[in-house]
């Protein structure tokens, strides 16, 4: 890990970036926002995580390295935190579910911080909230809006069903009265007439080429599915066994992981910093503007548990998955305006793996601190990146705000005093 300190700007490309929205120089550019606006810094240390995609090795490397924590031995649970770690609020900035190594032993970590009394709060991510729409769906009565949740997750799903299956389902009885495979599949996948069905249902919210995609898309999933569920030793029936056993533990109140949808929210905010997994368009800026942190993260809650389709396809999902693409909701100046006039100068968020640590993006007027620093193995291979990870984003009271990445040779400091 990094021990010196390099002024952020200073890694150029590798650390700051900006749209055509700024024509000028990007120092210069960053320099006229900072001016412009009297930031207010959050009381307390934050230490923002993001996009562990299930590693917990690089997620506790992470907290060592924010210096939240302090290791005493090799197990998961050999760890205290440190007198910064008491002061600090840890923010999970979302991603936490996804296909391995282990979402369970990732959970259960952060779990052992709540329990030693960190400051935890947690951001919802796209991997997380799709599991949880994808699964719950299973229990609802047959609707063309929601009946492709379950099998539109692909592939990504299985290896926790099957975490879940060797980890809870190994008793005699525990795949007790199984429905047959027949059955199974019935519930699992979408009646032959959802294809009919849901264009003329999603019609009112979505474009005809976004319901043409969706549709292509939903096709391939539900004829590689079963050949995915085989490929990981389990078959339709224990797959549908093991998404019950989700639900038990997920979603009823005294699951063991009950308490990680129970606390999640869509946005938080500290002083001047939005903290959201992906990013904002034009309607989320507009309810910030007019209501609120606090009603949005209710709507959103409203929402994933009583209007999944509504959810999926309107803004609010837009902020757990844009990446500011042509087929994103938009981002525009007007919007920028809209929460700049309730003080938020800053957007922190994760959703854009950066294969060099954060990065600062200036966006329609807008600083963004994007904090994907590509922290789990699965993406790191993909990206042709060598060796354990560990990143996080820090924000001090004092007013300076740490990039620290072990893909970065120093720490990125950002000093609005000495910009």
Not at 113 to 118: C, S
Not at 378 to 397: C, D, Q, S, V, Y
Request: proline share 6%; with cysteine.
């Amino acid at each position: 890990m990094p021990v010196q300190r390099q002024p952020w700007a200073e890694g150029k490309g590798d650390s700051i970036r900006k749209d055509l929205y700024h024509r000028g120089p990007v120092g210069e550019e960053l320099r006229a926002l900072i001016e412009r606006d009297r930031w207010k810094w959050p009381k307390q240390p934050i230490i923002f995580l993001s996009d562990m995609h299930a590693d917990t090795d690089a997620f506790i490397a992470s907290l060592v390295a924010s210096g939240g924590i302090k290791k005493r031995g090799p197990g998961d649970n050999d760890f205290r935190l440190t007198g910064i770690g008491r002061k600090a609020r840890f923010i999970i900035g979302g991603d936490c579910i996804d296909k391995g190594p282990s979402s369970i032993r990732l959970l259960q970590s952060i779990r052992m911080l709540m329990d030693r009394k960190a400051d935890v709060r947690i951001l919802a991510g796209n991997h997380d909230v799709r599991m949880m729409l994808g699964i719950r769906s299973l229990g609802l009565p047959s609707d063309p809006r929601t009946d492709h949740f379950f099998i539109r997750m692909g592939p990504k799903v299985v290896p926790f069903l099957k975490e879940i299956h060797d980890k809870y389902l190994q008793g005699k009885n525990a795949l007790r009265d199984l429905p047959t495979s027949r059955e199974c599949r019935r519930r699992l996948f979408p009646p032959k007439s959802w294809f009919n069905e849901f264009p003329r249902l999603a019609s009112w919210v979505m474009p005809d080429s976004g319901i043409e995609r969706e549709m292509k898309r939903l096709r391939t999933k539900m004829e590689r599915f079963e050949d995915d569920v085989n490929s990981a030793g389990l078959t339709l029936r224990t797959a549908y066994a093991a998404a019950r056993k989700w639900q038990q533990l997920f979603l009823h109140p005294k699951g063991e992981f009950y308490w990680f949808y129970d606390q999640m929210r869509l946005a938080h905010r500290e002083g001047s910093f939005l903290f959201i997994h992906a990013g904002l368009d034009d309607r989320i800026a507009r309810i910030i503007n007019e209501s609120g942190i606090k009603p949005l993260n209710q709507e959103f809650r409203r929402q994933v548990h009583k209007d999944l389709f509504d959810f999926y396809y309107g803004p609010l999902a837009n902020s757990i998955r844009t990446k500011y693409r042509e087929v994103d909701m938009p981002l525009t100046r007007q919007g920028v305006e809209s929460v700049r006039r309730k003080g938020i100068y800053a957007i922190v968020h994760g959703h854009l793996n950066l294969p060099r640590g954060q990065r600062i993006m200036l966006r329609k007027g807008m600083v963004n601190f994007q904090c994907d620093s590509t922290m789990d193995r699965n993406t790191r291979k993909k990206e042709g990146l060598k060796g354990p990870a560990a990143a996080a984003t820090i924000f001090l009271p004092e007013g300076v705000a740490m990039g620290v990445s072990s893909d970065y040779p120093f720490i990125k400091t950002f000093d609005p005093q000495s910009t």
